[in-house]
């Protein structure tokens, strides 16, 4: 390494070191460019400004460096919470926060955060009291899409009525719809295989089994596959929750394999393409505006 590189490395080091304190102490650090600085300097505070995330100032002009990755963390997060990779989303959402500088992109990551948390909610709590527990919640997130002011009516709109779904949503579940039940017990297994919770997904899996057991029990008459799948499914719960010693387990199918099972029978059941449809009635599209 060069003198010159070792200078404007520890430089940086330096640089980023400050502008760290200072955001502990809650204050919005700049980097500035005067007009004389000689390039060794330029270049050192480009790269500050670049690494931190720091708004970048020359003359009358100020340059955020990192606004397109403050954006590219911003869709990730949404692909990631449309997913319900919930621990993702949220990483995703915190690293666009710290990056963005735009007023508008700003309201959204924390529109967006707020939503994370009401779909999380939604999904993790039991079905008859999601009305009761977290009605509040949905409340409180309307009347801030409101405050919004960066965002035009017609974006605002888009997205209470989106809030609004979901409400209904709740109130379907709270009265027991199966069909809404299933997406809902779905969910919830797909987020325990992301999180490699195998046994809560086999949990879920049997849940959804026994909310369908009349259409799913008449399927296993003609089809040996679903048949032992379920039998294998109901010995393992037992065998693994101590309700039932069982020797010779037959092997169990991997929990990804099953759920694939469950979701084309589930398909068939309900005549719709139903693990689409479930992530459709759970989750939050970005708005696209019209060009």
């Known amino acids: 390494m060069s003198k010159l590189q070792k200078t404007i490395q520890n430089a940086v080091k330096n640089n980023i070191e400050i502008i760290e304190s200072e955001r502990y102490n809650s204050k919005d650090p700049m980097v500035t460019i005067g007009k004389d600085d000689p390039t ?34 911003f869709n990730n997060g949404i692909r990631s919470l449309n997913s319900w990779q919930f621990r993702s989303s949220d990483n995703y959402f915190n690293e666009a926060a710290k990056t963005a500088r735009d007023l508008k992109l700003q309201q959204r990551i924390n529109l967006y955060k707020q939503l994370h948390n009401l779909l999380k909610s939604v999904i993790q709590t039991s079905p008859d009291r999601i009305v009761k527990s977290k009605g509040a919640i949905f409340e409180e997130v309307a009347k801030l899409i409101a405050k919004y002011d960066k965002l035009d009516a017609t974006e605002q709109n888009y997205y209470r009525k989106q809030v609004d779904s979901l409400y209904e949503l709740a109130h379907q579940l709270n009265d027991g719809e199966r069909e809404i039940r299933t997406n809902h017990l779905l969910a919830k297994c797909s ?32 089809d040996d596959v679903l048949r032992k799948a379920l039998k294998t499914l109901r010995q393992y719960l037992e065998s693994e929750t101590g309700l039932k010693e069982i020797e010779d387990l037959p092997t169990m199918a991997s929990a990804f394999d099953l759920q694939m099972i469950f979701i084309d029978h589930l398909s068939a059941i309900y005549d719709v393409e139903f693990l689409v449809e479930t992530k459709m009635k759970f989750s939050f599209p970005v708005y696209r505006e019209n060009k």
């Open 40 to 73: 060794e300097q330029i270049i050192i505070k480009l790269l500050t400004s670049e690494r931190t995330g720091a708004p970048l100032k020359y003359g009358m002009e100020t340059l955020n460096p990192a606004e397109d990755l403050a954006n590219k963390n």
């Open 191 to 222: 987020i325990s295989l992301y999180n490699q919770e195998y046994l809560a997904a086999y949990v879920w899996l049997y849940k959804i089994y026994l909310l369908n057991k009349e259409m799913f029990d008449t399927i296993a008459e003609g």
